[in-house]
Nanobody, 119 residues
C-alpha cells in the first residue's frame, strides 16, 4: 500500500508563504488523483485542493488564488504552495490519494504537518 509523508509546515506571519511537500512510496503514485486536506483545532477535516493524474486542479473557495497544488511524478511528490497566508489557515495539513471515481480519501491518514499563521 502506498504510504505518504507530509513535510514543510511551520510558523509564519500573516501574509507569508510556505510550501508543503507530500512524498509517496510503495505505490504507483502517477496513476492517483491526489489531495491536500487540513484540520483546524476543534473543526472537521476539510478538503483544500486536488490534482488529478492528468494535472487538473481544483481548490476550496477559501484558498483559491492563494494556494497552488502541483505534482512531480518523477519524485513521487505532491506540493502545496501557500501564499498570502491568513491566521485562519492555521491547521494540520494532510495529503491523501483519492479513490478512483469517488474522490474520497483512499489511504489511512498520516501525521500531517502543522501550519501556524500568526497575526
Amino acid at each position: 500500500q502506498m504510504q505518504l509523508m507530509e513535510s514543510g509546515g511551520g510558523l509564519v506571519q500573516a501574509g507569508g508563504s510556505l510550501r508543503l511537500s507530500c512524498a509517496a512510496s510503495g505505490g504507483i503514485f502517477s496513476i492517483f488523483d491526489m489531495a491536500w486536506y487540513r484540520q483546524a483545532p476543534g473543526k472537521q477535516r476539510e478538503l483544500v485542493a486536488t490534482i488529478t493524474n492528468l494535472v487538473r486542479t481544483n481548490y476550496a473557495d477559501s484558498v483559491k488564488g492563494r494556494f497552488t497544488i502541483s505534482r512531480d511524478n518523477v519524485k513521487n511528490t505532491v506540493y502545496l504552495q501557500m501564499s498570502t497566508l491568513k491566521p485562519e489557515d492555521t491547521a494540520v495539513y494532510y495529503c491523501n490519494a483519492l479513490r478512483p471515481g469517488i474522490g474520497e480519501p483512499l489511504l489511512s491518514w498520516g501525521q500531517g504537518t502543522q501550519v501556524t499563521v500568526s497575526s
